[in-house]
């Protein structure tokens, strides 16, 4: 199936497989240690030696005189110190350090009101336009006439008869 793919396409596609294959028990294992119950103080128990000298007088013969003496060797023994080392398992209540929750002061973000600039509806008066004829007076060059005497012909009554 993955021999028509090329070497390393292969080996990123094995890579993947496994990564995807673990995933659940890498979720199993955060679900056992959310649910896991919280450790309790338990007595250790340890063992400890103690070596304590003790010594132990053997018996001894005595050789007390009774008649007939006999001229017989006696013997006398010495008491010879022994040392008998003593084991014994004491339990014992240890307490180990345990973790304890402690209230560390964070810091808190608080809300100041800072008074902020607001907007307000001002009306500005806009400039409009306005048409407004302005007279203006250019001078112009103009022929003024003047008057001159004409000569004009008016007809003069002429008697007329009358019958």
């Known amino acids: 199936m993955f021999s028509n793919f ?13 990564i995807l294959a673990t995933l659940p028990c890498y979720c199993l ?12 103080t338990l007595p250790i128990a340890t063992s400890t030696t103690f070596s304590t000298p ?6 001894t013969l005595t050789a007390i005189p009774t008649l007939p003496a006999t001229n017989t ?26 973790a304890t929750e402690t209230i560390q002061p964070s810091p808190t973000n608080t809300e100041t009101l800072i008074p902020s600039p607001t907007q307000t509806d001002t ?11 302005t007279p203006t007076i250019t001078p112009t060059e103009e022929s003024t006439l003047t008057p001159s005497p004409t000569v004009s012909e008016t007809p003069t009554p002429s008697p007329t008869e009358t019958p």
């Not at 990123?12 to 496994?18: E, H, N, S, T």
């Not at 240690?33 to 919280?38: D, Y």
């Open 6 to 18: 090329p070497e390393f396409t292969r080996l990123r596609l094995v890579f993947i497989g496994i």
């Open 29 to 40: 294992g955060l679900m056992a240690v959310a649910l896991a119950p919280e450790s309790e």
């Open 54 to 59: 003790t010594s132990t007088l053997p018996p």
């Open 73 to 98: 060797p006696t013997q006398t023994l010495s008491p010879t110190p022994t040392i008998t080392t003593t084991s014994s398992a004491t339990a014992t209540n240890t307490q180990m350090p345990t």
């Open 123 to 133: 009306q500005i008066p806009t400039p409009t336009e306005t048409n407004t004829i």
